[in-house]
T-cell receptor
Framework: AQSVTQPDIHITVSEGASLELRCNYS??????LFWYVQSPGQGLQLLLK??????LVQGIKGFEAEFKRSQSSFNLRKPSVHWSDAAEYFC?????????????FGAGTRLAVHP | EAQVTQNPRYLITVTGKKLTVTCSQN?????MSWYRQDPGLGLRQIYY???????DKGDVPEGYKVSRKEKRNFPLILESPSPNQTSLYFC????????????????FGPGTRLTVL
């Protein structure tokens, strides 16, 4: 079945440590790929997106993501986490078949940052 | 300021009492959509609209209605709310989703937390 999987429900890291959030998708053709962040009580903000081309994508707030076709993955990374990065992170895809009409979200990964 | 607004932000109601959650955008976007967010499920699309008077079902449309009479507004209507519609609701908008080789970013409202008793 077509799906977006974020294997980690919760992750806790220390401030200043590196971060990697995992995302895997299951679609026949590579979809458009996105990472969103939701801070407590806020709406969703787009961190970065991948359509084609360079597989390493830079986003806002110091985040980057790498697309790996062989692994059907689009993992989000940050070299040094700040306390303000505590939030919920969603991987999302737009399938390239079916009219591009919607974002399909993973279940989310909640990030906690210890001082 | 470019934004998507939703009202109310919080609502507690009782089973069967009709309610409307409003959504408005000031960016002249063609596309608008409603999502619900539930723990462990991420966001799921309820309905979307490609333009005025053009709406279609998303993945979880049961129990909801929408209308798109004006470009800027896309209200979500619950004719007879039930407890399983207790959720966090987000409205989103964007320019035409796919233009050329680019996919236009969806902008999200702040969310409406609905509790149905």
């Amino acid at each position: 079945a077509q799906s977006v999987t974020q294997p980690d429900i919760h992750i806790t890291v220390s401030e200043g440590a590196s971060l990697e959030l995992r995302c895997n998708y299951s679609y026949g053709a590579t979809p458009y790929l996105f990472w969103y962040v939701q801070s407590p009580g806020q709406g969703l903000q787009l961190l970065l997106k991948y359509f084609s081309g360079d597989t390493l994508v830079q986003g806002i707030k110091g985040f980057e993501a790498e697309f790996k076709r062989s692994q059907s993955s689009f993992n989000l990374r940050k070299p040094s986490v700040h306390w303000s990065d505590a939030a919920e992170y969603f991987c999302a895809v737009v399938p390239v078949s079916g009219g591009y009409n919607k974002l399909i979200f993973g279940a989310g990964t909640r990030l906690a940052v210890h001082p | 300021e470019a934004q998507v607004t939703q009202n109310p932000r919080y609502l507690i109601t009782v089973t069967g009492k009709k309610l409307t959650v409003t959504c408005s955008q000031n960016m002249n976007h063609e596309y608008m959509s409603w999502y619900r967010q539930d723990p462990g499920l991420g966001l799921r699309q309820i309905y979307y609209s490609m333009n005025v008077e053009v709406t279609d079902k998303g993945d979880v449309p049961e129990g909801y209605k929408v209308s798109r009479k004006e470009k800027r507004n896309f209200p979500l209507i619950l004719e007879s709310p039930s407890p399983n519609q207790t959720s966090l609701y987000f409205c989103a908008s964007s320019h035409t989703l796919l233009s050329g080789r680019s996919y236009n970013e969806q902008f999200f409202g702040p969310g409406t937390r609905l509790t149905v008793l």
